[in-house]
């Protein structure tokens, strides 16, 4: 918990739970009142300060220089600093001064200010490993993507071997590292994929992938997150087929489970920067403000969403998905990058949530799809096309 959050009555749940440390800036003053106990306040910056609720305890983190070199826990309802719980000052003091005179470490972190991205609405046409390697580094603050399935559907993608695809969806990652800003977010929709069986003879093969991706992703340069599982409604799975010969069956060793589910990956560009202060450092802070996302967020890592289909494109993600991770891993007015952006289904959940896009497609056919859609949901004005010819809104329809 993060926030004091007030009910309508004015009381916070601080107060209603009795704490002695019922904010923020208490929490921070307690901790840098300990810290010039012991001679080490002067060196020391605070993070955000968060509840613990399972031990009524404020942990505030200590930051020397751009780092974060431990904590300091309080115990909420006596506001006393529980030094088991909280990082040796010994342990500061060292990592104080080895942190010391390190460089930081992007290019918009040099000031401590977070500059604004220059790219307007773009859309892309061409493979994303070359097209992405003429954008500027830095000059994105959110990729949301879903990569092409290996060799799932023949119609849309094809690889020889298995390594060579991962390979591909490396360099295309490595251009969105490039790409993202200072600790900003990775996200991926994906799923382990069904090889069917050549013949009656041979079994059909379930490949991993986002095992075996989450190793690429991390390689170029992300932390891991979070695991979000995108749940569908029962019934979605049974058209792939798998379970059917076991619910006809009932042999042991024969079950397979009904896929109903995908993965939402998350990673974070690696930084030694905490991400509040991506938040405090953000070049827009009434944006920051604007942003704040509704009591009705989805708390937990299953989101049940509908899936979405269309004859335009065999494998589109539902706007509703996509709508969530631009909201809760962006500001308004930030960038978005989906780098397999299909027939643009983040465009339009950037257009709806007031989030600037670039949009990288291979296909002619879907870059034209997407074109279409994007007059149609009105986010067809200034929009940069390169390698297509500029939007028409006239001649679309
Ligand atoms: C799973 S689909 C994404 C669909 C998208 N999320 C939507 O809702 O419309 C993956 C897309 O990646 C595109 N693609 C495959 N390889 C690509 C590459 N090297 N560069 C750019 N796009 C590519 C495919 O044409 C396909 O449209």
């Known amino acids: ?34 810290l010039c106990d012991l001679d080490l306040g002067f ?14 305890i404020w942990r505030v983190p200590v ?24 990082t040796e000052p ?25 500059v604004r991205s220059e790219l307007r609405n773009t859309v892309l046409r061409g493979d994303s490993e070359s097209t992405l390697a003429e954008l500027p580094a830095g000059s994105v603050d959110l990729v949301f993507t879903s990569p092409p399935y290996f060799n799932a ?27 993202l800003a200072d600790g900003r977010f990775f996200v991926i929709n994906i799923s382990p994929v069904l090889l ?78 905490l991400i509040d202060w991506n938040i405090r450092k953000h070049h827009d802070q009434d944006a920051v403000a604007r942003s704040k996302v509704s009591d009705d967020y989805e708390k937990t890592n299953i989101w049940r969403i509908s899936p979405s289909s269309t004859k335009d494109h065999p494998a589109v993600f539902p706007v509703e998905l996509a709508e969530r991770v631009v909201q809760y891993y962006s500001f308004s007015g930030d960038v978005v990058l989906d780098p397999f952006a299909g027939i643009g289904t983040v465009a339009k959940a950037c257009i709806d949530n007031d989030r600037r896009f670039v949009m990288a497609e291979v296909s002619d056919e879907y870059i034209g799809t997407m074109k279409r859609n994007l007059a149609k949901w009105g986010g067809s004005g200034d929009v940069h096309c390169i390698n297509t010819d500029p939007i028409n809104d006239g001649a679309l329809f």
């Open 153 to 179: 559907r023949p119609d849309y993608s094809e690889y020889a071997e298995y390594e060579d695809y991962l390979a591909k969806m490396g360099r295309v990652i490595g251009q969105c590292s490039r790409l």
């Open 63 to 86: 930051i020397s220089g751009e780092s974060a070199v431990g904590e300091i826990a309080i115990d909420g309802r006596t506001s006393l600093v529980q030094e088991s719980r909280s």
């Open 43 to 56: 060196a020391y910056g605070f993070g955000l300060p968060e509840v613990d609720d399972r031990y009524h």
């Open 196 to 273: 069917r069986r050549a013949s009656r003879s041979q079994a059909s093969r379930r490949i991993a992938v986002p095992f075996d991706l989450h190793s690429v992703i991390v390689k170029q340069g992300f932390d891991f997150i979070d695991d979000i599982i995108w749940e569908k409604p029962e019934g979605a799975g049974w058209a792939t087929g798998r379970g059917r010969r076991f619910a006809a069956d009932r042999n042991p060793l024969q079950y397979k489970a009904v896929p109903v589910t995908e993965y939402v990956l998350v990673y974070r560009k690696h930084t030694d920067r």
């Open 90 to 114: 010994e342990m500061l003091r060292s990592r104080h001064l080895s942190d010391a005179g390190k460089p930081m470490s992007t290019k918009n972190s040099g000031s401590g200010v977070i």
């Open 1 to 34: 918990m993060t926030e004091t959050s007030v009910r309508g009555n004015g009381t916070t749940v601080y107060d209603e739970r009795g704490y002695a440390v019922a904010s923020v800036a208490e929490a921070k003053r307690i901790a840098g009142e300990y």
